[in-house]
């Protein structure tokens, strides 16, 4: 069993930069993949970035390549979502969710997930 809890959100202005992080708690941490996904509102969830356990393997959406990098530190059991740039339509809440399978794009390969920050762009 896996406990996440995600934080940094917040109120930013067009071309700000914000970082998000995924704390978790359980065992067996650093053998999971990461996902972070986002929700706006009237839209459904959507993928945003994932890596596999050692952060090697990484996966973006197109519309934040060059803008955001999904990392992990493994000692402190935290993967983070640094996202520069921001746009209005970055609005949204976000979710880190964990997988026991390798990173994907897909809702349904995920067993656990946080209950999400919301991040608000202004512009």
């Known amino acids: 069993q896996v406990q996440l809890v995600e934080s940094g959100g917040g109120l930013v202005q067009a071309g700000d930069s914000l970082r998000l992080s995924c704390a978790a708690s359980?065992?067996?941490?650093?053998?999971?993949?990461v996902g972070w996904f986002r929700r706006a509102p009237g839209k459904e969830r959507e993928f945003v970035a994932a890596?596999?356990?050692?952060?090697?393997?990484?996966y973006y959406i197109d519309s934040v390549k060059g803008r955001f990098t999904i990392s992990r530190d493994n000692a402190k059991n935290t993967v983070y979502l640094q996202m520069n740039s921001l746009k209005s339509e970055d609005t949204a809440v976000y979710f880190c969710?964990?997988?026991?399978?390798?990173?994907?794009?897909?809702?349904?390969?995920?067993?656990?997930w946080g209950r999400g920050t919301q991040v608000t762009v202004s512009s």
């Open positions: 969710a964990a997988a026991t399978s390798g990173p994907s794009r897909e809702t349904n390969s995920y067993s656990f």
């Open positions: 359980g065992r067996a941490f650093n053998s999971y993949a």
């Open positions: 890596c596999n356990w050692s952060g090697a393997i990484r």
